[in-house]
C-alpha cells in the first residue's frame, strides 16, 4: 500500500502517480519496510543473477542464498506466511524448486541471462 493509502496496481507504472481519481499523489511511496533492511520498497531495485556470478563475486548462492535462511521460523515465515510450514524450504532445497544454475531462456526465448536478485538502493 502507498501512503495515499491505495496500492500499487492504482499507481502508474512508469509515472508512478496515483490513478484514484480525486487522489492527489503524485508518488507510491510504500506503506511498509523491507524485513532485511529496514528501507521501503522503492529504494530497492530487482536484478537477475546467475549462479556463477555470485560464486565469482564471493556472495551467497543456493541454499546460503534463500531468504533469513539462518533464521528458520522467520525464513519459512517468509517463504509460506507460517512460522512452522517448512514445505517451501524443503522444496527449494530438495531440488524441485530450485532456479536453474546456468543462463535460461525466457518464455519468449530471449536469454534471461544477466542477474537475478533483490538489490537495495542506497543515496
Known sequence: MCRCKHS???????????????????????????????????LHETFFETEAERKRA??????????????????????????????RYLALTQGDDMPPTSSRRMADGSSASGHAGFRPVYD
Open 58 to 87: 564471493g556472495l551467497p548462492y543456493g541454499e546460503a542464498y534463500i531468504p533469513f535462511n539462518e533464521m528458520p521460523n522467520l525464513r519459512n515465515a517468509a517463504l509460506t506466511g507460517r512460522e512452522d510450514d517448512e514445505s
Open 8 to 42: 500499487h496496481e492504482t499507481h502508474d507504472v512508469v509515472t508512478r502517480n496515483c490513478k484514484t481519481r480525486g487522489c492527489g499523489c503524485t508518488f507510491f511511496n510504500s506503506s511498509f519496510l523491507c524485513a532485511a533492511c529496514d528501507r521501503h520498497w522503492e
